[in-house]
């Protein structure tokens, strides 16, 4: 940038930082980044009645605005991209749902692209390595056991950018694909799982470190058969993934889940597709068709649950407005905790000078105000 970067001020705003609320707060945005001191002459923005958190981070959302991230081509995923942030999502890793290897293979190429440009955060792969007991919507002819040999060709595709897979660890070559995903640091994640509780514990002691939307497409918790969910959450090297749509969990079960695993160890996200921020109607999820009324995707052959059309800015407001959660915990499960699990928690994540000015702008009844990326408004308030 030529020049002294330009300098605002956002005043009078109750600012959620890493070391709890500041009534009356600031923040100094420097060209792109959070500064810690600003010149005399700094315009100010006074945003008093109003809230100031982290721009949020989504690690698991499949499309929006129309777009998907695993068919699209580059300006579908970017306008997918753009709908997200008019939500308050600053961050994306973009996943995939189950498809053909070799098409899974050039998405990855494509989508790698718009990481290295930095419009997304890295690539998650949501199946084929998954059990078609819990494949919801996925399409079962395309499911395959997860042979290391197999998940490697698909990171190599990422050609760096993967950050996550999602896997049912009990198939043939799960605890393997584990080690081999742990060893060159992507994310396995433990999900799309029939494994039982005992399962799910070897594949933990392995390497897994993530648990694709507890409770959903896998057992049940059962008081003889505590199943996945049960190791999941007792586990303090798992972070666990929840929908807060209000259609994946019920409340009780969401705030079971919180509580019991804490709020450091929780990654709210939205697992949405094409139609979120754009409506019902028909789409396509990879190969499925999809039908969307009232907000909530189904597969139209089975009446699957098929991904949401939640927003984050949207699962904030109900995690603090229905769900009761303190403020300062949601922002970190929904800034902090994956921003630290794509490992871009020294650029985004929370508030603090040297970082990105992502931030989200929220009226006291927590509803999306305003949004700023890299120092620059999305919406302004
Ligand atoms: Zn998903």
Known sequence: MAGRAASKVLSGAR??????????????????????????????????????????????????????????????????????????????????????MDVLARQA???????????????????????????????????????????????????????????????????????????????????????????????????ASVATHLYNAMPALGHRTPGPIAALLEDERITVELINDGTHLHPAALELAYHRAGADRVAFITDAMDAAGFGDGMYDLGPLAVEVKGGVARLVEGGSIAGSTLTLDTAFKRAVTVDRLPVEDVVRSISANPARLLGVHDKVGSLEPGKDADLVVLDAGFTLKGVMRKGAWVIEP
């Open 109 to 207: 190429a494509l989508l790698s692209e718009l990481v290295q440009q930095g419009d997304l955060a890295g690539i998650h792969f949501e199946g084929p390595f998954i059990s078609p007991c819990r494949k919801g919507a996925h399409s079962e002819d395309l499911l395959r056991d997860p042979d290391p040999a197999e998940v490697r060709k698909l990171i190599d595709a990422a050609h760096g950018t993967a950050k996550m897979v999602t896997l049912a660890t009990e198939l043939p070559g799960g605890i393997d694909s584990v080690r081999l995903l742990a060893e060159h640091g992507v994310i396995a994640a433990i999900g799309h799982t029939d494994a039982t509780y005992e399962q799910t514990v070897e594949a933990i002691d392995a390497g």
């Open 15 to 100: 600012v959620v930082l890493p070391t709890g609320t500041v009534d009356n707060g600031r923040v100094i945005v420097e060209g792109s980044r959070i500064a810690g001191a600003a010149p005399a002459d700094a315009p100010s923005l006074d945003l008093s009645g109003h809230w100031i958190v982290p721009g949020f981070v989504d690690m698991h959302v499949h499309g929006g605005g129309g777009a998907s991230f695993t068919s699209g081509t580059a300006e579908d995923v970017l306008r997918g991209v753009q709908t997200h942030r008019e939500h308050g999502t600053t961050t994306i890793a973009a996943s995939t749902v189950t498809g053909e």
